[in-house]
Every structure is written in structure tokens, then in C-alpha cells.
């Protein structure tokens, strides 16, 4: 059974930073690129940033590129996102996902094959 577990959301002041992560199992962790994206209610999977399996290729959404940073850690099973310098657009549910092309760091959410439940940021002015 697979899961990818995220943690590290929560309520932040704008100008702030966060970390979250995403705990993978069930897959072999490191033939997976993994990705981050956020939804608002209603509304479409909107990507963030992606990793290929090696961590060696990264890939970012223009509205975060410089603020946040995706990294993993594969003896942990592991992903993470920082995002610094936080504004209150960036409020929303944050989903890890992972995709078995593990190569490809991709930004069309529907091309990913697992997803986690996903964590709320919320940044306040």
C-alpha cells in the first residue's frame, strides 16, 4: 500500500518561512521524481516544484522560483519544501505526489501517480 504522508503545514506571518515534508512508502522512494502542488477549493492541482529521482534536476513554478527550494532525502524516504519569504497568496493545501517516471520532473498534475492527503499553509498578513 502506498502513502505519501505530508507534515510541516500550519499558520505562518507573512515574511515567514516554513518546511514541509512528505514521507514516502510503498514505493521504491528513489525511482520516483517527486512533486509539490497546491489547491485552492474547487479548483485544479496547480504545481509548484518537482525533483527527479537523483535530486541531481529540480523544476519550480516562476511564481516561487527563489523563494522556495524542493529537496529530498532518499535513505529517508523523504521530500521536503522550503518556502521562505512567504506571502498570503501562497495560502492554500500543499500535496506531495510522486511519479514513476523518475527522470522527468513534470508539472502537469495529472501525469503523477500517488498523492498524499495533503497540509494546509496558511500565511496571515
Known amino acids: 500500500q502506498v502513502q505519501l504522508v505530508e507534515s510541516g503545514g500550519g499558520l505562518v506571518q507573512a515574511g515567514g518561512s516554513l518546511r514541509l515534508s512528505c514521507a514516502a512508502s510503498?514505493?521504491?522512494?528513489?525511482?520516483?521524481?517527486m512533486g509539490w502542488f497546491r489547491q485552492a477549493s474547487g479548483k485544479d492541482y496547480e504545481f509548484v516544484a518537482a525533483?527527479?529521482?537523483?535530486?541531481?534536476?529540480?523544476y519550480y513554478a516562476a511564481s516561487v522560483k527563489g523563494r522556495f527550494t524542493i529537496t529530498r532525502d532518499n535513505a529517508k524516504n523523504t521530500v521536503y519544501l522550503q518556502m521562505n519569504s512567504l506571502k498570503a497568496d501562497v495560502t492554500d493545501v500543499y500535496y506531495c505526489?510522486?511519479?514513476?517516471?523518475?527522470?522527468?520532473?513534470?508539472?502537469?498534475?495529472?501525469?503523477?501517480?500517488?498523492w498524499g492527503q495533503g497540509t494546509q499553509v496558511t500565511v496571515s498578513t
Open positions: 505526489a510522486a511519479d514513476s517516471t523518475g527522470w522527468s520532473t513534470k508539472r502537469a498534475w495529472n501525469e503523477y501517480n500517488y
Open positions: 510503498g514505493i521504491t522512494f528513489s525511482q520516483y521524481a
Open positions: 525533483i527527479m529521482w537523483s535530486g541531481r534536476s529540480t
